[in-house]
């Protein structure tokens, strides 16, 4: 099996290194990942300028294709112009920090793994939550067997798995429940400081759930439990349960306003 493993939090970060070293079990890994940390950058990628590639020496034990550019681009290049071999799977992580609820919108770590999945990969996210305890070897250890039974199990090309591990601080994790992705939004918090030219500049603090309702157990709840969790994603975000109330409308256009002027 070939592996494309690739991140967010850029081909120095350790979690990256962590997976590699538990993944090479599986096959045979080839790295390519941001130069620099790309959190929070979503599906970005660089259509306005070049994207410069270099070769990486990581931690003294393997060499990975450092990308000038988002965690999208890496992927993209990795397939089109980068790899002598097409992958088998692409695997995205170890994140620092969960990608649960509307984080997997903001998500590179997520995003990389979607643009695998978009290709025709079969393509798992993975990251771990922040906390005093970040152990990512042993996040990578416990992540193998899961992505080996994915795998066992016909993990699909364009399927895409996001798995999230618990803050570990307490103990290790207390099983996998497979969940849907929640929908609560970050409480946005700022703080507000004087920049000496006079303007005011802006900090992005918050990073607390709303309150979750009566929703059911999602992929927030199973990681605040101490589970890890599992969900499978798609791209299509089309509300299929409104084209018929919308196709139901006339929908005239003004025959004024589609001449020119």
């Known amino acids: 099996m070939r592996i494309l493993l690739t991140n967010d939090d850029g081909i120095l970060a350790p979690g990256?290194?962590?997976?590699r070293r538990e993944?090479?079990?599986?096959?045979?890994?080839?790295?390519?990942?941001?130069?620099?940390p790309?959190?929070?950058?979503?599906?970005?990628i660089t259509v306005h300028g070049p994207v410069a590639v270099r070769d990486v020496h990581v931690q003294g034990t393997f060499f990975g294709r450092s990308v000038d550019g988002r965690p999208a681009d890496c992927v993209k290049l990795a397939i089109s112009e980068l790899l002598e071999h097409r992958p088998d799977l692409v695997v995205s992580g170890?994140?620092?920090?969960?990608?649960v609820s509307i984080?997997?919108?903001?998500?590179?770590?997520?995003?990389?793994?979607a643009e695998g999945a978009l290709l025709g990969f079969p393509a798992i996210a993975v990251s771990m939550k922040q906390g005093i305890e970040r152990d990512f070897d042993r996040a990578a250890r416990i992540l193998l067997p899961i992505i080996?039974?994915?795998?066992?199990?016909?993990?699909?090309?364009?399927e895409l798995i996001n798995l999230n591990v618990p803050d570990m601080a307490a103990g290790p994790p207390l099983g996998i429940k497979v969940v849907p992705m929640a929908t609560r939004p970050v409480q946005d918090r700022f703080v507000r400081h004087a920049a000496p030219d006079g303007r005011d500049y802006y900090w992005l603090v918050g990073d607390d759930f709303l309150p979750a309702g009566d929703q059911p157990e999602t992929d927030l709840d199973a990681i605040e439990n101490r589970y890890i969790a599992m969900t499978p994603l798609q791209f299509d975000l089309t509300r299929h349960d409104q084209i018929a109330t919308l196709r139901a409308i006339d929908w005239p256009l003004d025959s004024d306003l589609l001449e020119p002027r």
């Open 94 to 99: 170890i994140n620092d920090g969960a990608n």
């Open 103 to 113: 984080n997997v919108l903001y998500s590179g770590t997520v995003a990389a793994a």
């Open 23 to 36: 993944l090479l079990a599986l096959g045979d890994v080839d790295v390519v990942a941001p130069e620099t």
């Open 38 to 44: 790309q959190s929070a950058a979503a599906h970005g």
């Open 16 to 19: 990256l290194a962590a997976m």
């Open 148 to 158: 080996g039974r994915l795998i066992e199990h016909g993990l699909k090309p364009g």
